[in-house]
């Protein structure tokens, strides 16, 4: 039986909004042909079967999944319905985005299958376009509503041309692998509409030679480093708490979420404390201080938190007792682009550790391996992870409970803001 390697990209609109997520998958071992005479076809199939086991809530939450499908997926629906018990069409339309891959031949077979999931209401885009002519014989078929045009290879001269022609068809327009938040504007300029890449990841500056922070990033940042600070006592937090009328109701209802599962209610942050301990109130407190960027995607504490799950879950697999660095590694991951200066001198300004520092940095010591192999995941690059001794099917737990706990903050961050 084969294990399931999974991962999630998110896929942004013009206002960075989240709006779905690509599947990444690949079933284990990846290089064996025992499984079907078609490897990929089995990829797919084990990718489906987990998909229906996990539930599609569990993975992309209430947002819409792309998933790239095998060409035997979308042909020979009934010969893969006879291996796996499932159809194509046993996806919800309203969620499932499908994806048609760039080495999947466009001719009349294919034409065939994507009317049948057209009717049923499917949305389907093509992935990896470079050139018009690549596409050429889709185009006047009436079957495509999205075309997902690869940045990193596309020829950029030709880029504006491409862009209206595909626009006077009305069929919407993805820049997918969308590097940098210059790349980001580039494309929205031209009238993309959904982006996807590292770019809401990166700080949103091109001088980086100690770019002052801005009011508002200097005070976000002095939250920051007395809520990390751990000389600073319960006491010492207060005001910072009181500075937000709502940030002790925010802790208090992350306390009270799902996460835990406490059988009473907490009523207050000393109570909170003694329940969870004063280190994981400080997490939530860095959490919601981050969340407070609010001209930054909520995806980008989405990531963040997952990142910190992730990374304290690897810890407490590879032995480690105590997994609180592993866990504000992940959690800081990220705030390069929230304060959108260089990690460097974000790090300079908080009181860290040198190991964490080293992690965040330049992503060495054994923190810094483990976070260098969690980011590497998110671009389903997962050799670094089983490097690591990480077995494919833990992965595939740590990451499922990643995302489940994710959707369970983000909801209860998102209520309050």
Same mark, same amino acid.
């Given at each position: 039986m084969s294990e399931l390697l999974v991962g999630r990209q998110p896929i942004l609109n013009s206002?960075?909004? *989240?709006?779905? %997520?690509e599947l990444l998958y690949r079933a284990f071992p990846y290089d064996t042909q025992a499984m079907f005479k078609d490897g990929n076809a089995a990829t797919s199939r084990v990718f489906a079967n987990t998909l229906f086991e996990m539930g599609l809530d569990a993975v992309v939450g209430p947002q819409l999944a792309f998933i790239n499908f095998t060409r035997d997926f979308l042909v020979k629906d009934d010969l893969i319905c006879l291996? *796996?018990? /499932?159809r194509v069409e046993n996806f919800d339309p309203r969620r499932v985005v499908l994806e048609v891959l760039e080495d999947i031949a466009l001719d009349n077979e294919l034409f065939q299958a994507l009317?049948? @999931?057209?009717?049923?209401?499917?949305?389907i885009a093509l992935d990896d376009v470079i050139s018009l002519e690549q596409i050429a014989p889709i185009l006047?078929?009436?079957l495509v509503d999205l075309i997902k045009i690869d940045m990193l290879a596309v020829n950029r001269t030709d880029l504006a041309d491409m862009v209206r022609s595909i626009k006077q068809r009305d069929i919407l327009l993805l820049a997918e692998k969308v590097e940098t938040p210059q790349d980001f504007f580039t494309c929205l300029q031209?009238?993309?509409?959904? @982006?996807?890449? %590292?770019? @809401? %990841?990166?700080?949103? *500056?091109? $001088?980086?030679?100690k770019k002052k922070l801005d009011v508002s990033r200097l005070s976000l940042m002095r939250s920051l480093a007395a809520t990390m600070d751990a000389q600073t006592s319960f006491h010492l937090l207060d005001p910072i708490i009181? $500075?937000?009328v709502g940030l002790s109701y925010k802790l208090l209802r992350l306390v009270n979420s799902g996460y835990y599962s406490l059988a009473d209610q907490v009523k207050s942050i000393q109570q909170?404390?003694?329940?969870?301990?004063?280190?994981?109130?400080?997490?939530?407190m860095l959490l919601l201080v981050m969340a407070t960027a609010d001209d930054k995607p909520h995806e980008l504490t989405a990531v963040a938190f997952q990142r910190a799950k992730i990374c304290e879950m690897l810890g407490t697999t590879l032995g480690v007792k105590h997994t609180e660095s592993y866990f504000l590694i992940g959690l800081l991951s990220v705030l390069d682009a929230i304060m959108d200066v260089p990690m460097l001198q974000v790090v300079e300004s908080l009181p860290l550790t040198p190991d964490i520092n080293e992690a965040l940095v330049h992503r060495k010591g054994k923190l810094g391996v483990v976070l260098k192999a969690v980011i590497a995941t998110e671009d389903g690059n997962w050799d670094h992870i089983l490097q690591l001794g990480?077995?494919?099917? &833990?992965?595939?737990?740590?990451?499922?409970?990643? &995302?489940?706990?994710?959707?369970?903050? /983000?909801?209860?961050i998102r209520a309050e803001s």
């Open positions: 206002h960075k909004e *989240t709006i779905g %997520y291996l *796996t018990g /499932m009317r049948k @999931f057209k009717r049923k209401n499917f949305l006047d078929q009436g031209l009238g993309f509409d959904f @982006f996807q890449g %590292y770019f @809401f %990841y990166k700080p949103e *500056t091109i $001088q980086y030679k009181s $500075q937000d909170a404390i003694a329940l969870i301990g004063l280190q994981q109130l400080r997490s939530w990480i077995q494919p099917h &833990v992965w595939r737990n740590i990451y499922f409970e990643s &995302v489940k706990s994710s959707n369970l903050i /983000m909801k209860e």
